[in-house]
């Protein structure tokens, strides 16, 4: 299983960055698919997720209305459109894969919900 993110980088508060994921190694319409961050000093979290079940997207309250997720079964990638980016959006981002076919653990706060994740983008919002 290989999930390799890239597109992060820096912006100031209210700017935008596209990232992208390349999946490879497992059928992606088996799990539910998405991104989940690490900002210092905290937990992971999951912050949006595609479900595999039904297709439908799912955010954290906190970035909902500003990051748009989607997959692309014919490139294998998932991507991530963050808008009007804030300091606390600051973090790692990871893209990941959950245990379930759909999103009903992404947002639970436990680790063990995404079975697989790759190296990170660090994503910088600062003025």
């Known amino acids: 299983v290989q999930l390799q993110a890239s597109g992060g980088g820096s912006v100031q508060p209210g700017g935008s960055l596209a990232l992208s994921c390349e999946a490879s190694?497992?059928?992606?319409?088996?799990?539910?698919l998405g991104w989940i961050r690490q900002a210092p000093g905290k937990e992971r979290e999951g912050v949006a997720c595609v479900s595999s079940h039904d297709g439908s997207t799912h955010y954290a309250d906190s970035v909902k209305g500003r990051f748009t997720i989607s997959k692309d079964y014919a490139k294998n990638t998932i991507d991530l459109q963050m808008n009007s980016l804030k300091p606390e959006d600051t973090a790692v981002y990871y893209c990941?894969?959950?245990?379930?076919?759909?999103?009903?653990?992404?947002?639970?706060?436990?680790?063990?919900?995404?079975?697989?994740w790759g190296r990170g983008t660090q994503v910088t919002v600062s003025s």
């Open positions: 190694g497992f059928v992606l319409n088996h799990w539910a």
């Open positions: 990941a894969r959950d245990i379930l076919i759909d999103c009903s653990t992404w947002f639970s706060g436990d680790e063990d919900a995404f079975s697989d």
